[in-house]
């Protein structure tokens, strides 16, 4: 079994509707928690500063899992589009994540701290990036390219991998995507400024 499909049985869930969204570009600037929902006990969560802090603690069944949707934009003809959030890694024990998937649950994208890096899930494992430094925040953009199922890398404004594929196969994002929050075995973490446009 591969370490992605054990994150998604492993993670159990929150839920959240999105605070604001105008024309073709969603933001969510975590200005307040009203519309979060804990499913769980695992794990904390809070906000500090305009920012969500997620902590994750032990294994199945307390990770921490907190899932944000919004409504769609998006269209079949849409040929990118791109995700941007400001991150900051606070403990790395296991695992951290960030996915993007369109209202079936599908993965278009998926961003870990996995072994103390940053990297990026494709369909042929994890290609990573820069080693993470704790306590530093980081800028993360994806252009995503929805009809050739790729999308390239930025981390703090510079280009670090492109072309890398994610999931194939039918999509839907006639109503909603999805913006999912992961975290596992002690990690924490802190994330703002949230932002999906055309």
């Known amino acids: 079994m591969s370490t992605k499909s054990l994150l998604v049985i492993l993670f159990i869930s929150f839920a959240v509707i999105a605070n604001a969204q105008i024309n073709d570009e969603f933001i969510e600037t975590f200005s307040n928690l009203s519309n979060w929902n804990s499913l769980n006990n695992g794990g904390s969560w809070s906000l500090q ?19 944000l949707e919004t409504h769609s934009f998006l269209t079949p003809s849409t040929k990118s589009f791109t995700l941007e959030f400001r991150w900051i890694i606070l403990s790395i024990r296991d695992q951290s994540a960030l996915w993007l998937r369109d209202d079936n649950g599908n993965n278009l994208i998926d961003i870990s701290d996995y072994s ?15 080693r993470i430094e704790l306590n530093r925040w980081y800028n993360i953009r994806v252009k995503i390219y929805p009809n050739s199922n790729t999308a390239d890398y930025y981390v703090d404004g510079v280009l670090t991998r492109s072309n890398l594929t994610f999931e194939s196969g039918q999509r839907d994002y006639s109503n909603r995507v999805r913006i999912v929050l992961g975290s596992r075995g002690g990690d924490s973490f802190m994330i703002s400024h949230i932002k999906i446009k055309l």
């Not at 500063?49 to 899932?67: C, E, Q, R, S, W």
């Not at 103390?116 to 990573?128: L, N, P």
């Open 116 to 130: 103390g890096r940053i990297g990026f899930y494709t369909t042929g494992g994890i290609s990573y990036c820069n």
């Open 49 to 67: 500063n305009h920012a969500l802090y997620v902590n994750g603690f032990g294994t199945y069944p307390t990770d921490n899992f907190i899932k």
